[in-house]
C-alpha cells in the first residue's frame, strides 16, 4: 500500500507539474512540447498523445534493451496521460499573467515534475516509457541518469520544433536542467521513502 500511494504520488505530481509547465506559456518541456504539437496538428488531447506515444516507445525500449516490450507499463502512461487531462481540464481558463508569474510556474513545474518523476520511478512500478528511454539508454550505454535523460529531451526537441509544438526558452531549460535535477532528488527522494517503511530501488 505504501509503494502505491508513493506511486500515485508521483504520477500526480509530475503531471502537475507538466501542466504548470505548459500553462506558463514560456515552452513546455521537450516530450511534452512535443504531444502538445501532436495535439494541435493531429487533434485527440494531450494526454491522448502521452498514452500514443508510451505505446510506441514500449518496443523502443524493448529494442534498446533487447528484451520484451514491459507490457505492464501500460498502467503507468494511462495514468500519466489521464491525470495530466485531468489537470489541464482543472486549469482551463487560468492563465498566469506578466513575467514573473509565467517564470515562477515554469519553475513550480519543473520542480514538481522532477520530483514527480524521481519519486515514482523508485515505486518498483513499471515506469513511464518515456521515463524508461532514459533507464534503457544508461542500460544499453552505460551512461549516467542525467545524460540518459537529456539526451531523450533532445531527440523529443527535435521532432517538438519540427511539430511545431509550444518550443521556447522554457523547453530549452527544461531540457538542460531535468536531467541534473531527477539526479540530485533520486537519492534524498528514496532515503525519504525508505524512512516512510518501503525499500526503494538502486
Not at 521537450?30 to 502538445?36: E, H, K
Not at 506515444?53 to 518496443?59: D, S
Not at 552505460?142 to 540518459?148: K, Q, R
Request: with cysteine; glycine share 12%.
Amino acid at each position: 500500500m505504501i509503494r502505491f500511494c508513493f506511486f500515485v504520488a508521483g504520477i500526480v505530481l509530475l503531471t502537475l507539474g507538466v501542466a504548470l509547465t505548459l500553462k506558463s506559456n514560456l515552452g513546455a518541456g521537450p516530450w511534452d512540447a512535443l504531444t502538445a504539437g501532436q495535439a494541435a496538428t493531429l487533434g485527440f488531447t494531450v494526454g491522448t498523445w502521452v498514452i500514443i506515444n508510451g505505446a510506441l516507445l514500449l518496443f523502443v525500449n524493448a529494442f534498446l534493451v533487447k528484451e520484451k516490450p514491459q507490457f505492464p507499463a501500460m498502467l503507468t502512461f494511462f495514468g500519466i496521460g489521464f491525470m495530466l487531462d485531468v489537470w489541464l481540464l482543472q486549469m482551463k481558463g487560468w492563465q498566469p499573467e506578466g513575467d514573473a508569474d509565467r517564470a515562477a510556474t515554469l519553475t513550480a513545474g519543473i520542480l514538481l515534475l522532477a520530483l514527480g518523476v524521481s519519486m515514482y520511478l523508485q515505486s518498483r512500478y513499471p515506469a513511464n516509457p518515456i521515463d524508461n528511454l532514459m533507464l534503457s539508454l544508461q542500460k544499453r550505454f552505460g551512461t549516467n541518469l542525467m545524460a540518459s535523460k537529456t539526451i531523450g529531451e533532445v531527440g523529443a526537441l527535435v521532432l517538438a520544433i519540427f511539430l511545431h509544438g509550444p518550443v521556447g526558452w522554457g523547453t530549452l531549460l527544461i531540457a538542460i536542467v531535468i536531467g541534473p535535477l531527477i539526479q540530485a532528488l533520486y537519492h534524498p527522494v528514496g532515503a525519504f521513502m525508505q524512512k516512510c517503511g518501503m525499500s526503494v530501488k538502486k
